[in-house]
């Protein structure tokens, strides 16, 4: 096991301005401050994981419908043959499968050292063999294997990025409104979806390459950024931890109670407590339930953010087909719908204090919404957009609330005891949990999509049922305990 490291190292800017340390500058200046790096941070990540769904109408073999296609869009080999959706599919699950594995190890290996110098790491890898897949453009690689080893290492840089940044907002920020704040935060990934779909939408006509290259140094500069600025913790600029809750504990010799002031992550000895184990973890109340529940709710939201450009570019809209570029461009409806749909469900299950019941909600609308923008969503371009919109809200939603505020509720749960290293481990298991569906969801639409698209929506709704399945007991809990919340407060009523 990792020790824990003692010495947290302060970003380089604060140490060369120190008007921007406290007392110059408040809590909430660095909270924001907090909560925007790191916004960008993993928007950034996103937009360089874009990349491989746009460019996959121009590598893969061409639309059956396309008759006047020039030489320089028949695709790139080795992905252009008669098996080039397959190989797609393939080559999104050899990055996906090592984020999934190296998520377990980044959010374990979080808790232990410098998040920041961690994050940074994983920001710099992950840019730079971004650049490194659009490099095979110039020097003309065909080798599947080539692409397959660039996307594994990808995916294993690119797993640092959701424990880290977790982990730091879970410090600055307390469990107040924490779903809203959460659900506003956590549209970096639909922002970075835009962003990336943007980029390299715009730069393809000028070579597929340039997708990636653009992206990748984006995630460089921006990991550049984080090294110069980020604080990790409240502490390190000596302010108290926000959100302080006071723990009683009674003692059975004379029931004498304990006042224990504990912070978002634990104990007010923040010195103590080593990293929570990986299985002790599993084992905490709801991590099991909500990770399984993300496994198909990931493996959901990830066929579309890599298959839904291809799916729009191959799907005749208002009797005509679009081309590569517009196709990219209009697929970041559904992101923007995932935007709205984080930040409500957000603020419905801290209005409703049931997280798992807006989860279930959301997903079970979801399931018309799919039917409806797959039966409907051909015949003109503004039923189009309505549709992916409201497909892209209820699919992101319960996604985003389970990755930000419930994986942040289940690692400062009471039942950890002042364990003040077990968030970024919490967070790991369930997202990495998430990207194991997430790796299956864009291999299973590689294969069935030769089947037709009906199969592929088929597909995502029985994983949405299988989603909302894993959540019903969780939930149950929830309504009852609102019941009972209802019937004190009836009776407190009755008996003032």
């Given amino acids: 096991m990792l020790p824990r490291q003692e010495a947290i190292t302060l970003s380089p800017c604060l140490n060369l301005f120190p008007t921007l340390k406290p007392p110059n500058r408040t809590l909430f200046f660095h909270q924001i401050t907090a909560l925007t790096i790191t916004f960008f941070a993993y928007a950034s990540f996103h937009a360089s994981r874009k990349p491989p769904s746009i460019v996959k109408s121009v590598l893969g073999p061409p639309a059956l419908e396309d008759s006047n296609l020039s030489s320089n869009d028949s695709g790139w080999a080795p992905f252009n043959g008669s098996h080039g959706t397959h190989r797609l599919g393939e080559l999104d699950l050899a990055f996906l499968s090592s984020y999934s594995v190296g998520m377990y190890f980044a959010g374990h290996v979080g808790d232990r050292i410098d998040l920041r110098l961690f994050l940074v790491f994983g920001m710099m890898g992950s840019g730079f063999f971004t650049i490194i897949f659009g490099l095979g453009y110039w020097f003309s690689v065909h080798l599947l294997g080539y692409f397959m080893a660039v996307q594994i290492f990808c995916g294993l840089f690119q797993s640092i990025g959701w424990p880290c940044v977790v982990a730091v907002v879970g410090n600055w920020f307390g469990k107040e409104k924490r779903g809203l704040i959460m659900g506003i935060w956590n549209s970096h990934t639909s922002f970075g979806n835009i962003i990336g779909s943007v980029l390299a939408s715009w730069v393809l006509e000028l070579g597929w390459g340039w997708s990636f290259v653009l992206p990748g140094l984006l995630v460089i500069f921006v990991g550049v950024f984080v090294f110069l600025f980020l604080v990790v913790r409240p502490q390190d600029l000596g302010f108290e931890v926000p959100g302080q809750e006071v723990e009683m504990m009674n003692v059975e010799n004379g029931e004498k109670a304990e006042n224990e002031e504990v912070g978002l992550l634990g104990s007010k000895d923040l010195g103590s407590p080593q990293g929570i184990g990986f299985f002790e973890a599993w084992k905490l109340p709801g991590v099991a339930p909500f990770a399984f529940c993300l496994?198909?709710?990931?493996?959901?939201?990830?066929?579309?953010?890599?298959?839904?450009?291809?799916?729009?570019?191959?799907?005749?809209?208002?009797?005509?087909?679009?081309?590569?570029?517009?196709?990219?461009?209009?697929?970041?409806?559904?992101?923007?719908?995932?935007?709205?749909?984080?930040?409500?469900?957000?603020?419905?299950?801290?209005?409703?204090?049931?997280?798992?019941?807006?989860?279930?909600?959301?997903?079970?609308l979801s399931i018309p919404a799919l039917v409806l923008y797959r039966a409907y969503g051909s015949l003109s371009m503004i039923i189009n957009i309505s549709l992916m919109f409201l497909s892209g809200l209820l699919v992101n939603g319960p996604y985003?609330?389970?990755?930000?505020?419930?994986?942040?509720?289940?690692?400062?749960?009471?039942?950890?005891?002042?364990?003040?290293?077990?968030?970024?481990?919490?967070?790991?298991?369930?997202?990495?949990?998430?990207?194991?569906?997430?790796?299956?969801?864009?291999?299973?639409?590689?294969?069935?999509?030769?089947?037709?698209?009906?199969?592929?929506?088929?597909?995502?709704?029985?994983?949405?049922?299988?989603?909302?399945?894993f959540l019903i007991r969780v939930a149950k809990s929830e309504i009852k305990e609102k019941i009972n919340e209802g019937k004190w407060l009836w009776n407190s009523v009755n008996t003032e």
């Fill in 295 to 364: 496994f198909f709710s990931k493996l959901v939201a990830y066929t579309f953010l890599y298959w839904l450009p291809f799916y729009i570019e191959h799907t005749a809209v208002a009797g005509g087909h679009l081309s590569h570029k517009t196709s990219g461009i209009l697929s970041t409806i559904f992101d923007i719908g995932g935007i709205f749909g984080g930040i409500l469900a957000g603020f419905i299950s801290d209005m409703i204090e049931a997280r798992a019941v807006t989860s279930v909600a959301f997903l079970i």
């Fill in 400 to 469: 985003s609330l389970i990755t930000t505020a419930v994986a942040a509720d289940l690692g400062t749960q009471d039942s950890i005891k002042g364990n003040s290293r077990a968030l970024a481990t919490v967070t790991a298991i369930i997202d990495g949990t998430g990207s194991v569906g997430a790796a299956l969801g864009p291999l299973l639409a590689g294969y069935i999509s030769t089947h037709g698209w009906n199969s592929v929506f088929l597909m995502l709704i029985v994983a949405i049922c299988f989603a909302g399945v």
